[in-house]
């Protein structure tokens, strides 16, 4: 239900604040952004409708304890909302450490802008265009978990982990492969700009973490680990603010320390809630499991390269990769985990 509810928010958002922008545009552009930021209060609110519908059409559950579940919740929800206050805060404070970093350096404030956008509006939506679908897989797997969790299956636990992780993974290089290959053609067909296309190039590969972090959050919240996720949450936000300010200053960063400290950190956040839940729960990923994912990059790789040298039409080649990608993600088996 969440996550139907989640693709009715952003298909309404999307929709009607397409249709803002058209209807609102004759009355100035300040008024037709101004409209079209109110689409995503309608998306919200028609997601809420569905939801609360659902919940009507569930029938009760007799609780199997007279114990109050008012403790647990409340020991579930502070840490979670601690922890989304304090990305707030991190989120409101990035711009202005980075337009003081910048000022101090002799950057005026339409460079400032320039280089905040070229991040934020053009580089980031673009690298992480298919995130969505590791959000929506870390939505789907909260339930299942936690049930495991609660009956004390720890096999079950594994099996959903790294089953989530490969296939929040598999996007990501299919993705990446293509920005490394085709990130300003993608711009440009996006955006009709080139601006931010140099970061898509330069760093694509190494966002890959990105498509694994929200699945790892989501199962950590499914274990019940928030505490731990708002002490990293809090800690990985300090040291984000401080290095966005810090890495402004060193020669050959500049402008680019916005972006590398998001990269940073989302490579750090990742692998500590890898490692955590590995160290934890006693699980690895097997060798055939790490063989089939390299065959299916390297493979990836080299028929793109091959379709380069027949075909100049980047669309073209990205709808044939994308075809190949996935037969070759059907042949190879690579979700099916080893043994389990």
Known sequence: VSAIANLIEQVTRI???????YLFLPYGLITSVSMSVLSMGVGELISLVYIIIKIRKCKPVNPVTNASPNRAIIEMALP????????????????????????????TSTEILFHYSSITAYALPLITMCSFISQSIATSIIPN???????????????????????????????????????????????????????ATRLGLFFIFYYLLSPLWAIMQALGRTRFLFRLNLISSIIKLALIFGLSFLPGIGPSSLILT?????????????????????FRFHRPEIIKLFILSIASVLVLEILKAGISHYLLNTIILTLIFILLFKVLKVTDLHNE
């Open 145 to 199: 978990i936690s049930l495991s969790n609660a009956l004390g299956k720890n096999n079950e636990i594994i099996y959903y982990i790294k089953k989530s992780l490969l296939l929040s993974l598999v996007p990501g290089i299919l993705v990446t492969i293509l920005l490394l290959n085709y990130s300003y053609e993608y711009m440009n067909l996006v955006y009709k700009t080139e601006i931010g296309a140099d970061y």
């Open 262 to 282: 998001l990269l940073l950190n989302t490579i750090a956040c990742s692998l500590i809630l890898y490692f955590y839940l590995a160290n934890r729960l006693r």
């Open 15 to 21: 929709g009607v604040g397409i249709i803002f922008l």
């Open 80 to 107: 979670s909302t601690f922890s989304r206050l304090v990305g707030n805060l991190t989120e409101f404070l990035e711009p202005i450490i980075y337009t003081a970093a910048l000022s101090l350096l002799g950057f």
